[in-house]
């Protein structure tokens, strides 16, 4: 139960940081994107090249940092596979969104986005082959934190953790203190005032493309760390971070992150009472009782 | 020339049994504007509901009423139709992003139902002991798939007929009118929430049929046949043919799995044989290919929506 609660409040950092950037994106362009999970998946695929890049360019760099199986050249990795992935969401953006954008509805951009979830998902299988690879061989043993309860715990999960939440505080601060993140929120408030203010709307849409990648990249490589990565990653992820941004309201920063953090949770104390083969369905029925008790979710406002 | 033939025969029953799936499609999405992300939990539950109610009785898990075989039928249409009730009526009044996004989950959430629930649905192995109707005065040969064609065909006209009075009723055009400014309809007395949830249910119970009848052709259905993979199938035929337009639907659905299977067969065929692990991906691209595609270059379709003006402007 505890182990549980635990290892919840792991997997929804993950999720947070991947529900960030998707309820930005659907709160300023409308739509509900289901390519955002494969910008994760290109994250932890980048990162996996980068960190066989740097580890054979420079040896000691594939040294792991203290008791995780993280290496230097993963760090490095990382945060080159944020800045990688940010730009593909551009590019994605420019290539696809923005032309659906100008013709239509917002609907044809919710069909363009499963198009484009099929394509990158596909591809990264093509390239990377189906099976799944992990970013170190090394076993590192999970740490017995306690025997009654009991309690594991990896040591790069406590990383992940640790990195997402400072992650999301660097974002905090970003959107409460700079000019930046007043001209964010204005814009997702009202875009046509915001663009009266002198807001450059195209250049906005561009960071938050950017800022939705790279944090996606960060929980891509953060979930192949405690898990595995496959090129099916983004599949298995696109609904619980759905129902993050569900539960959290739609539009809502904050409550993406509170979201993700209840979904991991909830995800994992499901499977107390429920068999394993069902945790795909669980985030689905947390959807179906937020529509049922609070449809707006926690922080989200109503708009039609 | 009868292996041609069956060949055909096959082909054209299973692409007429999606042209009824499209169809369905088509009426909410092109007509009503309704976006359904899970059309294969609709077409599953039709599928489903058929076999559990129609097949003989099994040890291992429920079904086997035994109902015969329209009722069956019939009932899996109805099975279907209240899962839509149900997923209708929590997001039809929320904004579009709720309804992409339940009805994606409840298509996840039914593979995942029916792949783990032995005692419901036979889990992974897949739901066995359906006989296919009239099979003992028809055999199982030639004869019997050339009558099962010309039953899906009759039952893929009567919908289309269906479909062309429904769209051309005064309450097709009150779904035109709702997917086009859903205010102004609210405005003339209309209430948009009631009509979208007609026009869901009735889009689903219509994949219902489609999904019935796939199981009966096979008289079999397991997980495999509700992977997600079909639902992006039948959205490619809808867009290729063009949303709005139930000629254009079924003319889509014709050539997209016409597309579909001529690219397996030539993968198959032509590719080395360290690709072929690879077919499946090849084939997704370029399902979505399509969909990115024709979004960008040629949004209405092949065969355009023809807009009717019902009263001319002239004052």
């Known amino acids: ?122 591809v990264l299988g093509l390239i990377f082959g189906l099976q799944s690879q992990l970013y170190s061989k090394d076993i590192v043993f999970a740490i017995v934190i306690s025997r009654d309860p009991f309690l594991l715990i990896k040591p790069d999960q406590v990383f992940s953790l640790i990195a997402a939440l400072i992650i999301m505080a660097i974002l905090h601060g970003v959107l409460s203190r700079t000019t930046f993140g007043y001209a964010l929120r204005a814009v997702a408030e009202n875009p046509s005032l915001a663009q009266v203010s002198g807001i450059n709307l195209k250049r906005m849409i561009t960071l938050i493309w950017i800022i939705g990648g790279g944090l996606a990249a960060a929980a891509g490589v953060f979930y192949g760390l405690s898990n595995q990565i496959n090129p099916v990653l983004g599949r298995d992820l696109v609904l619980p971070i759905f129902a993050a941004t569900i539960v959290g309201g739609i539009g809502s920063i904050y409550g993406a992150v509170l979201g993700g953090f209840l979904v991991g949770i909830a995800s994992n104390l499901a499977l107390v009472i429920l068999p394993s083969g069902y945790s795909p369905s669980v985030p689905f029925l947390i959807i179906l009782i937020v529509l049922m008790i609070r449809p707006t979710g926690l922080f989200g406002e109503e708009r039609a | ?180 400014d859903e205010t102004a309809a609210q405005s003339l007395g209309k209430t948009p929430a009631r009509v979208r949830l007609t026009a869901f249910i009735a889009g689903s119970v219509i994949m219902g049929l489609a999904g019935g009848l796939y199981a009966t052709f096979y008289a079999f259905i397991s997980p495999q046949d509700v992977l997600p993979i079909l639902t992006f199938q039948i959205w490619a035929m809808l867009i290729v043919g063009g949303a709005g337009n139930n000629k254009g639907a079924v003319m889509g659905a014709f050539l997209i799995w016409g597309a579909w299977t001529a690219s397996g067969w030539a993968l198959s065929r032509f590719a080395p044989l360290d690709v072929q692990l690879y077919t499946g991906s090849i084939q997704f691209i370029l399902i979505g290919v399509v969909i990115v595609g024709m979004l960008l270059w040629r949004p209405q379709g092949l065969f355009a929506e023809k807009l009717v003006v019902s009263q001319s402007g002239r004052a």
């Open chain 2, 1 to 180: 020339m009868i292996g041609v033939l069956s060949y055909l025969v096959f082909f054209a029953t299973v692409a007429s049994i999606l042209s009824i799936a499209v169809l369905g499609l088509n009426l909410q999405w092109g007509n009503t504007g309704l976006f359904n992300g899970g059309v294969v939990a609709f077409f599953g539950a039709g599928g489903y509901g058929t076999l559990i109610l129609g097949g003989t009785p099994q040890a291992d898990h429920l079904g086997g009423f035994d109902l015969p075989y329209l009722i069956a039928l019939l009932g899996g249409m109805v099975i279907a139709g209240l899962l839509a009730w149900v997923v209708g009526i929590l997001t039809l009044r929320l904004r579009h992003d709720y309804l992409a996004i339940a009805t994606f989950g409840v298509a996840v959430a039914f593979e995942n139902l029916m792949r783990n629930a032995e005692g419901l649905a036979g889990g992974a192995k897949g739901l066995r002991g359906f006989e296919r109707p009239l099979r003992q005065a028809l055999g199982d040969g030639f004869t019997y798939n050339v009558l099962f064609l010309i039953f899906t065909v009759g039952l893929l006209i009567a919908t289309y007929l269906f479909l062309q009075r429904l769209i051309r009723s005064p309450f097709g055009r009150l779904l035109r009118a709702i997917r086009e």
């Open chain 1, 1 to 122: 139960m505890i182990q549980n609660l635990v290892d919840g409040v792991l997997v929804g950092s993950i999720l947070s940081l991947g529900a960030i950037g998707l309820t930005m994106a659907m709160h300023m362009l409308r739509f509900a994107n289901f390519s955002h999970a494969e910008l994760l998946s290109i994250g932890a695929y980048s990162a996996l090249v980068f960190d066989g890049l740097f580890s054979a360019l420079y040896p000691p760099l594939a040294n792991a940092i203290g008791p995780l199986s993280l290496t230097w050249a993963l760090s490095l990795a990382t945060i080159l596979a944020m800045a990688i992935t940010g730009a593909s969401a551009v590019v994605i953006d420019r290539l696809v969104f923005a032309r659906v954008r100008a013709k239509g509805g917002e609907l044809s951009m919710v069909f363009a986005s499963f198009g484009v979830a099929m394509i990158i998902r596909n």
